[in-house]
């Protein structure tokens, strides 16, 4: 007999992630118009969640309809203009687009290489911005999902562009939510996410949170874009309005999610996502996987391994994917043969932890690797 | 006794609408990746499905997550470089958008005043194109929502433009789905579309179809954006992918929203709406409401009317809402207070129409405008 059933995909990438059941249900509420009273309440809700969620309270924050990539488009052509000079240290795809990006509007990027599977560390920064004349900004990928990086540095690079007096324009696409981003605090200028990794949410909307020095600067700026021009969204942000038609069953999505988080704590949502990196990371270098950045700049977000030589990573992503429907990523570009990216963001609940745990155990015994699952059940796995 | 429940808006706007219930339910669909085979399938049905409905077997469109303006941007940029000459002719809020768009990317907007409540006579586009010379394309909203204007002539304006030998660009945001577009047969260059409006479906994503001929200026172009840069879009459609993580739901929905047309017939889907605006014309200048666009120019899609002296536009729009959760719109800008706007696009049941017909008809008794409710027992209500 066949049984014939949708078989409901969990996963494992660098995002989108699944997202919690009572986010997914908002989706298919009653439509209603943006322009109304209703939308005015549920804009002005997200954006007082999200001021939380950035950790600030005297920032500008602008919902877009886009991708991540579009809102950090955003953020350089509001903050750069032409020929300017900003700091880019390159260590991942995402830190290479931000660069394009830049040279596309004929911003003078500066890049920085990095060796691969490292950060950029806070003295080389440092040694840069006084090298070289006249740079506006450094731009950092806090967590560049390519290799799997995380820029742990954060808050001592955030010192130097302060005492430098340039800015400071964070990615934190991939990790808003799941680690710690001060953002008042730490004198971050402008942080860009979007919805569909830790905040949990489904893809469609992404958010740039602007301080009031970052914003001053922006006013006088002549933006060649009109849809990313941040003064439209701003004159609209006064009626708790998007200039533009938004995503807005995304936008009820968010709502819960962030209440979700709220409720649970920004905090204890963090702290569940380093456990469950922990786990992770135990797990798989148990059996014999080797986690591809070094450890000063090892992402909790995105976990990366090249693994052991009876299985090659894209065998290992083939096998979890055609047998039990989990969906786990190869690396970017280069690394795609070399790596496997495992993605733990959003709510990940503990059946489907489980289930990666154990299928990837089964896997792991038919291709010979050893792996003591018996000391596997010592580790806690109780997420909350 | 107080009954508390959700009112569940009646979407009478220029945007966005009730999707249909089948169209809703699959927004909650449980997430997919977008790098995935699920997501491959779901990608090329669509753009399968879109070939039909922008009557097109040799064009390319791209799928963007951004508003309609986004989607108008990137055609814009996509076309034209700057110091380029682009003809716009200017009746409403939309057509003025475009041409700021143009100004913003140093394109030279070329603007022909049309008078309120017209649209663009085929004749002064032609004697435009040829007083001035070096223009590369024209710019038509082929429904602009604003005042309620439908470019009832645009095949002999696209005529007149391949006569020329130059561009034109299309933006079909309000009306794809809801009005005829060959743009194979009539020989548009360029068409942009979004899913909120005739498409039935929640916003989120925008389209934009490519002729070969556009595609061959396109792929030529240094455009200085890399979200709205197409090229980027055609490396990724040939894996029926898009470059940057899209609104993966609101594919999910617009999936489903096109067989729903196509099921039903493109012509089937036209003819609804066509005979939904006869009815609603026929029925609110029974009141005494005043259609605000000349007869040549008038949209099928959004309906403009001035009110009678006993009902002013605020006042009919508020009471629909507070009594009846019926949402219109009012004018836009200096029309604001002068005129309602009637949206009548996509999915619209008996059940709604019904709704807005007969509270439309209690608050016209209530201010004294006389309608004989025994004559419109008398219209054929039945839409399919």
Not at 5 to 26: A, C, R, T
Not at 296 to 301: A, E, I, L, P, Q
Request: hydrophobic share 45%; charged share 25%.
């Amino acid at each position: 007999m066949m049984i014939c059933m949708y078989k409901e995909p969990i996963l494992f990438l660098p995002g989108p992630v699944n997202p919690p059941y009572n986010v997914n249900k908002m989706l298919s509420l009653p439509m209603i118009g943006h322009r109304t009273e209703e939308f005015h309440e549920i804009f002005a809700d997200i954006i007082n969640m999200l001021r939380k969620i950035f950790m600030t309270s005297k920032s500008e924050i602008f919902l877009l309809t886009s991708s991540g990539t579009g809102a950090v488009e955003s953020a350089i052509i509001n903050c750069f203009s032409s020929r300017e000079k900003v700091l880019i240290p390159i260590y991942g795809e995402f830190s290479r687009r931000a660069s394009s990006i830049m040279k596309k509007h004929g911003i003078k990027a500066i890049e920085l290489n990095i060796p691969i599977g490292r950060g950029p560390e806070t003295e080389l920064i440092k040694r840069e911005i006084r090298k070289k004349r006249d740079i506006k900004g450094i731009f950092i990928v806090y967590n560049d999902t390519s290799p799997g990086v995380f820029v742990r540095n954060l808050p001592e690079i955030a010192d130097v562009a302060r005492n430098e007096n340039i800015l400071i324009v964070i990615d934190a696409v991939s990790i808003l939510g799941g680690s710690k981003l001060f953002m008042d605090k730490w004198g971050i200028d402008v942080v860009v996410a979007a919805t569909q990794k830790c905040l949990a949410t489904p893809p469609g909307i992404s958010m740039i949170a602007v301080s009031k020095d970052a914003w001053d600067i922006m006013e006088k700026k002549n933006v060649k874009s009109l849809y990313f021009d941040l003064k439209e969204y701003k004159k609209f942000l006064l009626k708790n309005e998007t200039p533009f038609t938004p995503a807005i069953n995304i936008l009820f999505s968010l709502r819960e999610s962030l209440r979700n988080i709220l409720d649970i704590g920004l905090n204890n949502w963090i702290r569940m996502h380093k456990l469950r990196a922990r786990i992770l990371y135990t797990f798989f270098e148990m059996a014999s996987f080797k986690p591809f950045v070094k450890k000063k700049f090892r992402s909790d977000t995105v976990l990366s391994f090249s693994t052991p030589k009876e299985l090659s990573p894209i065998k290992f992503k083939e096998e979890l994917r055609n047998r039990f429907s989990i969906y786990i990523a190869l690396g970017m570009g280069e690394l795609k043969s070399k790596i496997i990216r495992i993605g733990n963001m959003g709510y990940i609940p503990f059946n489907n932890l489980a289930s990666l745990i154990l299928a990837s155990s089964i896997i792991f015994k038919r291709y010979g690797i050893k792996i003591d699952i018996d000391e596997i059940l010592d580790k806690d796995m109780v997420l909350k």
